[in-house]
């Protein structure tokens, strides 16, 4: 499944606010779950707050099914972790979808915020996965820029970022 400029674009933004978001958390603080959506030219962030970040996360996924009926395009943001060999690491996961994409994809970008530090490490290029299967870094690696052009929109994106 290609995956639209647009798309791409509205994920990096996407990951541009969840960077900012976990900067200004206390050290065990979950990144609450949010939602971009566009509609009539118009984006709107909801956050679905809740005790469980898991209850919070399947409550974000919910909306955006729901959105996905009116809206032109969404990204749905949540803290995760991903395997790097054995070990768990930290990763921001942005759930994308626009118009005439059959279903959402998902960007995973890994990062580490060292103790007593609010500039977040982002650790290699993120990470793509369409249906359920994470794609191979070199056959999606050029679509990077589209994601960081996406990143740059976000006013922010430059000051938490190491």
């Given at each position: 499944?290609?995956?639209?400029?647009?798309?791409?674009?509205?994920?990096?933004?996407?990951?541009?606010?969840?960077?900012?978001?976990?900067?200004?958390?206390?050290?065990?603080?979950?990144?609450?779950?949010?939602?971009?959506?566009?509609?009539?030219?118009?984006?709107?962030?909801?956050k679905f707050e809740d005790p469980r970040p898991d209850t919070a996360i399947v409550r974000g996924k919910e909306a955006m099914t729901q959105a996905t009926k009116n809206a032109e395009?969404?990204?749905?943001?949540?803290?995760?972790?991903?395997?790097?060999?054995?070990?768990?690491?930290?990763?921001?996961?942005?759930?994308?979808?626009?118009?005439?994409?059959?279903?959402?994809?998902?960007?995973?970008?890994?990062?580490?915020?060292?103790?007593?530090?609010?500039?977040?490490?982002?650790?290699?290029?993120?990470?793509?996965?369409?249906?359920?299967?994470?794609?191979?870094?070199?056959?999606?690696?050029?679509?990077?820029?589209?994601?960081?052009?996406?990143?740059?929109?976000?006013?922010?994106?430059?000051?938490?970022?190491?």
């Open positions: 499944m290609p995956l639209p400029e647009s798309a791409l674009n509205l994920a990096g933004f996407a990951l541009a606010q969840a960077v900012k978001n976990i900067s200004l958390l206390s050290e065990d603080d979950f990144l609450c779950p949010f939602a971009i959506v566009e509609q009539a030219g118009n984006r709107t962030v909801t395009a969404w990204a749905l943001g949540h803290e995760d972790f991903t395997q790097q060999g054995k070990e768990a690491m930290d990763a921001i996961a942005i759930d994308f979808w626009t118009k005439g994409m059959k279903s959402p994809a998902t960007l995973v970008q890994r990062f580490e915020l060292p103790p007593g530090q609010r500039k977040i490490h982002l650790v290699g290029d993120p990470g793509i996965i369409i249906d359920s299967i994470v794609q191979d870094p070199g056959e999606v690696g050029h679509l990077v820029r589209y994601i960081m052009q996406g990143v740059h929109q976000h006013r922010q994106s430059g000051s938490m970022v190491e």
